[in-house]
C-alpha cells in the first residue's frame, strides 16, 4: 500500500468514525425497523381479509397518511441513504471486526449497499409520485418476464437469483440460532436481562426474516423452472401464499409477529451496531 492510498484510507476510516456519518448509519437501522413493522403490521390485516400490499410499499402507503408522513417519508429516505453509505464504506474500507477486510465480507457489504441505494431511490420515488405504485408481488412479476424474455439465458440467471434468495436466506437462519448478530452489536454496554431480550429478538426477527426470502426464493426459482413469470411472487405474494396453507391465516400471523419483532430488533442494532 502506498503512502497516498494509506493516507487516503485513514482518512476514509476518520469519516466512518464521524458522529454525523454514525447518526445517519444508525437513522437508516432505524428507518428498516419502521419498515417491518409496518411490514408485519400489514400482513396481519392482510391475514384477517383487510386488504393492502404487505409490503415496502404498502408501509410507504401507510405513513404517507398519517400526519407529517411526508416529512417522515424524507427521514426515512435519507435514512436508507445513510444505510447505503455505511455499507459502501464498509465495502471500501473493510467491516468491523478480525476478518472484516475480507473480498467476501466487502463484496457483500457492496452488494447491500446497492441494495440500499435501490430502497432509498424508491421510497424517494414514492415521495415525488415517479415510478408508480404497484405492489412488490407485480413489479417481482414484471421484472422475471423482462430478465426471461429480453436477456440471453435470462432464465437461467431467474434461477440463480432464486437459488442466492434460498441460500441466504438458509444462511442467515442459521447464523440467527447460532447467534452470530451478536458479534456485530456493543453487547458490553448491555445489561444482563437487555442482552437477553436482544438476543431473543435477534433469534426470531432474523430468522423470520430469513424464511420470508427463501420462501421468495422459492418461488423464483419456480418461475425459471416452469418458464412462467407469473409464478414469481414479491414479498407481498410470498406472505400470503403463508395464509393458503392448511392452517390458515394464522401461520401468516405468526410470520406477521416475526416481522414486527425484526423491526423492534432493527431498533435495537440502530442503538447498539457496531458501526
Known sequence: MTAHSAHLRAAGRRASNSTPFQLLARSGLAARGLNYLLVGYLAIKVAFGKGGHADRQGAL???????????ILW??????AGL????????????SGPDGHKATKRLASLARGVFYTGVCATTVAFIIGAGGRSSSDKKSK???????????????????????????????????????????????????????????????????????????????????????????????GTLREFASTSVGPWLLVLVAFGLVVFGLYSFCEARWRRV
Do not use: C
Not at 61 to 71: D, F, N, P, Q, Y
Not at 195 to 203: F, K, Q
Not at 216 to 234: R, S
Open 61 to 71: 402507503e401507510t405513513v404517507a397518511k398519517t400526519t407529517g408522513g411526508s416529512l
Open 75 to 80: 427521514l426515512v429516505a435519507l435514512g436508507f
Open 84 to 95: 447505503a453509505l455505511w455499507r459502501y464504506s464498509e465495502a471500501l474500507l473493510g467491516q
Open 142 to 236: 414484471d421484472y422475471t418476464a423482462k430478465a426471461m424474455h429480453e436477456i440471453p439465458a435470462g432464465r437461467w440467471l431467474v434461477l440463480l437469483v432464486g437459488i442466492g434468495f434460498i441460500a441466504g436466506g438458509i444462511g442467515i437462519a442459521v447464523g440467527a440460532l447460532r447467534r452470530n448478530f451478536e458479534k456485530q452489536l456493543k453487547t458490553e454496554q448491555m445489561s444482563a436481562r437487555v442482552r437477553r431480550v436482544v438476543e431473543a429478538l435477534g433469534m426470531v426477527g432474523r430468522s423470520t426474516r430469513a424464511l420470508v426470502f427463501a420462501a421468495a426464493g422459492v418461488f423464483l426459482a419456480y418461475a425459471a423452472i416452469t418458464f412462467d413469470p407469473g409464478k414469481a411472487k414479491g414479498v407481498d
